[in-house]
T-cell receptor
């Protein structure tokens, strides 16, 4: 089983739609959780950190469920510019300090 | 600040050749790492460093060497290139190693090096 798993998609949605991505992780000792965004042939960039209480940044909402070991990202009112691959990232402090990346979920927003 | 820079952007090697991928950051970050990204595999950690003079292996270290003589530079050496090393390589840095402090763990990535081994 992969340490961090995501549905690779692609998710094809119309502009204005709400879309949700889920990510599961296997290491119950993980302490930090992130969503990164990667545009085609570009480097990943931090979208948002995920906090225990959940957090929101404009149209983006991230949730963490420690009991079930999953993280979610909700995008409301999708824009064409949201088209990208979204990477779920989890740290593994008890394994010498490493970040484990999921394989990414591809989102395509259509007009 | 230039952030994280990587050279070269593209490289074609023949099997058995060696080369060094350069990575530099000007943010005085302690933690630096190298990843490779392959289709369907996500980013996989090759080697990482928690500070000058300290390096450690990641998930896929075989065939690669690193050194960290300064805070700024973290070169990745391919000892004898193989077709399986065809990939996109990203260098990243962050203020601190993964420690549970999210702000300190934010990774800043370089633009990547696309490597083809024939």
């Amino acid at each position: 089983r992969k340490e961090v798993e995501q549905d690779p998609g692609p998710f094809n949605v119309p502009e204005g739609a709400t879309v949700a991505f889920n990510c599961t992780y296997s290491n119950s000792a993980s302490q930090s959780f992130f969503w990164y965004r990667q545009d085609c042939r570009k480097e990943p960039k931090l979208l948002m950190s995920v906090y225990s209480s959940g957090n929101e940044d404009g149209r983006f909402t991230a949730q963490l469920n420690r009991a079930s070991q999953y993280i979610s990202l909700l995008i409301r009112d999708s824009k064409l510019s949201d088209s990208a691959t979204y990477l779920c990232v989890v740290n593994t402090v008890n394994q010498g300090g490493k970040l484990i990346f999921g394989q990414g979920t591809e989102l395509s927003v259509k007009p | 600040n230039a952030g994280v820079t990587q050279t070269p952007k593209f490289q074609v090697l023949k099997t058995g050749q060696s080369m060094t991928l350069q990575c530099a950051q000007d943010m005085n970050h302690e933690y630096m790492s190298w990843y490779r990204q392959d289709p369907g595999m996500g980013l996989r950690l090759i080697h990482y460093s928690v500070g000058a003079g300290i390096t450690d292996q990641g998930e896929v270290p075989n065939g690669y060497n690193v050194s960290r003589s300064t805070t700024e530079d973290f070169p990745l050496r391919l000892l004898s290139a193989a077709p399986s090393q065809t990939s996109v390589y990203f260098c990243a840095s962050s203020p601190a190693p993964p420690s549970g402090l999210a702000l300190q763990e934010t990774q800043y990535f370089g633009p990547g090096t696309r490597l083809l081994v024939l």
